[in-house]
């Protein structure tokens, strides 16, 4: 039960005897036990028999006599073989006693002595029990020999009556083996005792904690914490550095007391921020390890002796202002100690060899940081909750806050008065609305303010002068432009590498390797700092010009410099965002507005390519519709050129664009004969006449002939994918697929990936409004890829588009929805033209899956987008017709209709004609659909555009399957033919008026006859198919002589002749009679005036 009492029997001769006059009536109540031991008796024994005998009996001697003088009492049964109780009423006695029993002669026996104060409980009249003594016993246990270890109960009562020379040493807190509760310990130090004893015999494997309390919660950095603490295990020294309010001493702590289980000598907490006087490094140092002043000894010397023999874990708070007194000492201990261990946290590297440097990050802003919010907000206001609703403003406000958790902790505590709205709106001036901390914080992290205030001091001037500098940058910079911005006569160019070093040494501005170059940035809460500095300096007017500077004329340069893969300047443009929006804005708001333009022109690449449109827009309106800028003098050559880019945006964006101030434009690139600028103006004039097709053409056929003149191989390549655009809004697939594979195959030989994914954007259209389905789809999937693969999402919303309009046409409707709807959420990235004529694609779709009403709602979406330059293309391409007849809402069809037939043009008209002529026919007006489905045949003739032609001969189909069977039957098989060439499906809405039309066919005729005409139709060609169904149509005004007299019919003849064809061959492949082919060459000849086959040939050839 007791502690006293011994585990080995030892013989008679080794008990240690008592004088009567230490034996008395125990004291009660509050009584200081002394318990003590010799260390080792057995091994004392067994190793040096012959001297312990008297060694014995001058212990008990001295025991008696010491005790005696002091007042002591021991129980008379307690302590047994080489142990002893003592109590003493006063607790100064029982430590007297301790030092006159370690000062006597006793060698070779070493005593341990423990002593604790507490109330006592008597087991008889003669004998102690309970907790007092049993704990005395347990601090008796952690000493050894010659050391006297007391409770810091038996502290706090000796602690100003102590004997001469005597003082006392904080051991930290430690278990106690089988006792609930650790205990405080304390050695008992004299100059003529030993003090350097090994680490307390602690033999639970939990390890003293001198760390400071943490009164809240520590919120994220799992992955941080891990990876100091592996740092940490695999080094003696380690720095965790980083700007104040970033976590360093939080973090320190945390790893501390997680790695204090490995150091047997405790984990002790060092906090320096009070410290003023570097030499008051070790006395601070000291008192922490609970060391007082030895007399013939340095403070150091007294730290370094204490730590010889323990494994210890120093944290080193708050170094950066007594860095080479903390060099010092750090050196100091760990030479003194192999097992002293120190994390230390400073705003700069403490600069020893050995020092293992850790930048403190700030928490990530999506996750650490919110959650670091959320929890201390609930702490002001208890009823606070972090929700779907408010995550993102709370995201917005850690982010503003660079996820800094000073920052956040302050901005969380206005919570209590402020909404997070007013909190995100404060920002703006974060060292107003951050002014309050904790007041148990200490005093420079009580404010952000009161933290930077704190780095900004222990700067050189020097250093302050480039701080201040660079606090115009936004986001992040490099070298160059550091240096172009912050050197002057104040910082020389040579200085400013080492000056920059120092502050990010100095924890002021943060160093990180992106793209394999070294870039730096500050805090936004140390920029705002700067700033403040920058505009009390009296010189931000010169720093801000120098950034302006520096931005605009490197963005030009490079822009010069750029290749078809938009490198170098879009990948450094996409970095260098922020500074670019400052240097703009600063550039409008000094009214400095020809370096505005050069900046936004020399950016029209990266707008274009990365689908930032409304920024480009808004860059050059910022200036162009400035009413300052009227009074400005920009040089012509960059009003032009803005001018040009700022109207081609427009048309990409969507936005009002004017063909007016383009043609200004032009006219001036004219008068400076400037043949690039005029090249330009007319790409950009060409793509605002897009609805005067004639005048457009006009505007790209000039631009190609300057472009091959001038060797502008660059630019002929821009003509011909704006052609092949502009063609195919206009419905001329076959132009369209020209300009396109021109465009594409120079794009190509130029390295230029995005304007070849441009021309096979259209491509992709051309090729399937000429019935080129499989060629379409490959072309398409292609270009989705490459889109993808180079994060280029303009190309990849139209490439989705295009490839989506094709499967649908092809019967694919779930991959056409998937494709469709990839095209919407991509657009929606980028706003105006991309986004709104998604829509097109998603309503074909739903129209291929048979979704009538989804369709129809995508057409409303798309309709309702329209903008009077992009009118013409939604009405082209949207199957607005069509949806409300899959609805079966004539009214609107017959509407949609009509308007679409007035409106569209080339190869659109066969789709809208199609559609006119299915709500006649179910209307009941078969001569109105027999109209428009005939003319429909001749613009698919006319225009190339064969795609939905099969869908016009099956409706001819339909509408003479009762009069004339065989040849709605040819007309069926002549459709279904092209359909597989095609590889082009039917919609769903459709196949019920096909099946009734067919099974009518079919009926009126027996099967030989049915089979018969049907192989005849399948087996005509696209061409074939055309004239037979025009056959017979009348003449239409057509004129009496002359090729363009000819029907249809007598066209057919001429085609087959030339072919060399004979009559009956010709009638075969008609359908009709040997006279009839007869016939039609009589009236030829006379229409054309030949009289021969061979005149007949030769004049074909000459219209062919």
């Known amino acids: 039960m007791l502690a006293t009492m011994s585990a080995i029997d030892l013989p008679a001769e080794t008990l240690l005897t008592w004088s009567e006059q230490s034996v008395g009536e125990l004291p009660t109540g509050t009584v200081t036990l002394l318990l003590a031991d010799v260390e080792g008796s057995t091994r004392l024994w067994e190793t040096q028999s012959d001297s312990m005998s008297d060694a014995l009996e001058r212990l008990n001697l001295t025991v008696n006599d010491v005790v005696a003088a002091h007042g002591g009492v021991r129980p008379i049964e307690q302590g047994e073989g080489d142990s002893f109780v003592v109590a003493f009423a006063r607790a100064s006695d029982a430590i007297a006693c301790a030092l006159q029993l370690q000062l006597a002669e006793l060698l070779p026996i070493r005593v341990r002595i423990g002593l604790h104060t507490g109330e006592v409980q008597l087991r008889d009249t003669g004998n102690y029990m309970g907790p007092t003594i049993n704990r005395a016993a347990r601090l008796r246990d952690l000493a050894h020999g010659g050391q006297t270890v007391l409770s810091g109960a038996t502290e706090q009562l000796v602690v100003d009556r102590l004997p001469p020379d005597v003082w006392l040493s904080d051991l930290g807190v430690h278990p106690l083996r089988d006792l609930p509760r650790p205990e405080r310990v304390v050695q008992l130090n004299h100059p003529d005792l030993r003090s350097d ?40 020294l380690v720095t965790l550095t980083g700007s104040g309010g970033v976590g360093k001493t939080r973090l320190a702590v945390r790893v501390a007391d997680r790695a204090a289980d490995g150091f047997t000598g405790g984990a002790w907490f060092v906090d320096l921020a009070p410290v003023t006087n570097p030499l008051v490094v070790p006395v601070v140092l000291a008192r922490t390890l609970g ?7 340095s403070t150091i010397e007294a730290v370094s002796k204490f730590v010889r023999t323990r494994q210890i874990l120093l944290v080193l708070d ?9 060099a010092e000492i750090v050196v100091e201990l760990l030479d003194a100690g192999p097992g002293v261990t120190v994390l230390a946290t400073s705003r700069e590297p403490i600069g020893i060899a050995g020092e293992l440097i850790w930048r403190v990050p700030s928490l990530s802003v999506n996750d650490e940081a919110v959650d670091l919010f959320a929890d201390r907000a609930r702490r002001t206001r208890p009823d606070f909750r972090l929700t779907e609703e408010n995550s993102s403003t709370i995201a917005e406000i850690c982010r503003r ?27 703006h001036h974060s060292f107003r609305l951050l002014a309050g901390g904790a007041r148990t914080a200490v005093r420079r992290q009580q404010t952000l303010r009161a933290s930077i205030d704190w780095s900004h001091t222990m700067l050189t001037e020097p250093e302050r002068v480039l701080f201040r500098r660079l606090a115009v940058f936004m986001g992040g ?30 924890s002021l501005v943060v160093a990180e390797e992106v793209q394999g170059m070294m870039r730096y940035r500050l805090l936004e809460t140390v920029r705002q700092y700067g700033l403040e500095k920058l505009a009390e300096s009296g010189e931000a007017e010169t720093v801000r010009n120098r950034h302006r500077n520096h931005y605009t004329n490197a963005a030009t340069a490079l822009e010069a410099q750029t290749g078809g893969d938009g490198t170098p300047l879009i990948p450094w443009a996409e970095l260098e965002m922020d500074n670019l929006r400052a240097a703009h804005t600063w550039s409008c708001d000094s009214a400095a507005f020809e370096p505005a333009l050069r900046l936004v022109s020399a950016l029209q690449r990266l707008w274009v390519t990365r689908g930032r449109f409304r920024e480009g827009v808004a860059g050059f309106d910022a200036v162009l519709g400035d009413e300052r800028f009227r009074d400005q003098s920009v040089a012509p050559a960059v009003w032009i050129r803005a001018v040009a880019n700022a109207e081609l945006l427009a048309v990409w964006f969507s936005v009002p664009a004017t063909l007016q101030r383009a043609q200004e434009a032009l006219a001036a690139a004219r008068e400076l004969n400037d043949q690039a600028l005029v090249v330009h103006t007319l790409l950009t004039c060409g793509l605002l006449a897009l609805n005067e097709a004639e005048l457009a053409a006009q505007y790209f056929t000039e631009a190609a002939q300057l472009a091959r003149a001038t060797g502008d191989h660059a630019a002929l390549y821009h003509v011909y994918s704006y052609q092949c655009f502009a063609t195919n809004v206009v419905g001329d697939p076959r132009a369209s697929q020209a300009a396109g594979e021109q465009g594409r195959d120079l794009a190509d030989a130029l390295g230029d990936k995005f304007m070849s994914r441009y021309s096979r954007t259209f491509l992709t259209g051309a090729l399937s409004m000429q019935g080129k ?19 280029d999402r303009p190309m990849e919303v139209f490439g989705l588009m295009a490839w989506a309009q094709a499967l ?15 095209a919407l959420d991509v657009g929606a990235t980028l706003g105006g033209f991309h986004e709104d004529t998604a829509y097109v694609a998603v309503a074909t779709a739903a129209l291929a899956a048979g ?11 798309a309709w309702r987008h329209r903008t009077s330059l992009k009118e013409l293309f939604v009405r082209s391409l949207t199957p607005m017709a069509e949806a409300a007849l899959a609805g079966g809402d004539l009214v609107a069809a017959r509407r949609w209709a009509d308007d679409t037939v007035a409106a569209v043009p080339g190869c659109y008209q066969v789709l809208a004609l199609n559609a006119r002529a299915r709500v006649a026919i179910a209307q009941g007006e078969p001569q109105q659909a027999e109209s428009d489905l005939h003319e429909a045949i001749a613009v698919a003739e006319r225009t190339g555009g064969h795609l939905r032609l099969s869908e016009t001969l099956e409706c001819l189909g339909a509408l003479a399957a009762s009069a004339n069977p065989a040849h709605a039957v040819r007309l069926f098989g002549a459709a279904d033919s092209m359909r597989r060439r095609h590889g082009a499906a039917r919609f769903p809405y459709v196949q019920a008026a096909y099946d009734v039309g067919l099974s009518a066919a079919r009926h009126a005729l027996n099967e030989n006859e049915f089979d018969s005409a049907w192989s005849e139709g399948a087996g005509l060609s696209t061409a074939e198919a055309i004239g037979y169904a025009q056959r017979g149509r009348g003449a239409r005004g057509r004129p009496t002589s002359g090729w363009e007299s000819l029907t249809r019919s007598e066209l057919d003849v001429v085609r087959l002749v030339s072919e060399g064809l004979s009559n009956k061959d010709i009638a075969t492949r008609l359908f009709i009679s040997p006279r009839t082919v007869q016939s039609h060459l009589t009236h030829v000849y006379t229409k054309l005036a030949v009289s021969s086959r061979v005149q007949l040939v030769q004049e074909a050839a000459r219209h062919a």
């Not at 060391?291 to 000894?297: A, I, T, V």
């Not at 806050?401 to 404060?426: F, H, K, N």
């Not at 979704?851 to 979406?861: L, V, Y």
């Open 197 to 236: 004893f090994p680490p307390l015999r602690v033999t639970n494997e939990l390890a003293g904690r001198h760390l400071p309390a943490q009164l809240t919660s520590f919120v994220g950095r799992d992955s941080q914490i891990g990876e100091v603490e592996q740092i940490l295990n695999e080094n003696r």
């Open 401 to 427: 806050l660079d996820g800094m958790p000073l920052a956040v902790e302050l901005a969380a505590a206005r919570i209590r008065t402020l909404s997070l709205t007013q909190i995100v709106d404060g920002l």
């Open 773 to 791: 389905l499989a060629e379409s789809l490959a072309v398409g999937r292609r270009l989705v890829e490459e889109a993808r693969a180079g994060d």
């Open 318 to 326: 708050n170094c950066e202002h007594l860095l080479d007194a903390c």
């Open 851 to 861: 979704d009538a009403e989804a369709a129809r709602q995508a057409c409303e979406d």
């Open 477 to 506: 910079f490099d070298l160059d432009a550091a240096d172009s911005v912050g050197a002057d006569a104040d910082v020389e160019h040579y200085q400013l590498i080492d000056l920059l070093g120092l502050l990010v040494d100095k």
């Open 808 to 822: 649908s046409l092809s019967g694919d409707a779930a991959a056409a929805r998937a494709a469709a709807q990839s």
């Open 291 to 297: 060391l007082s002043d030895q007399p013939g000894r």
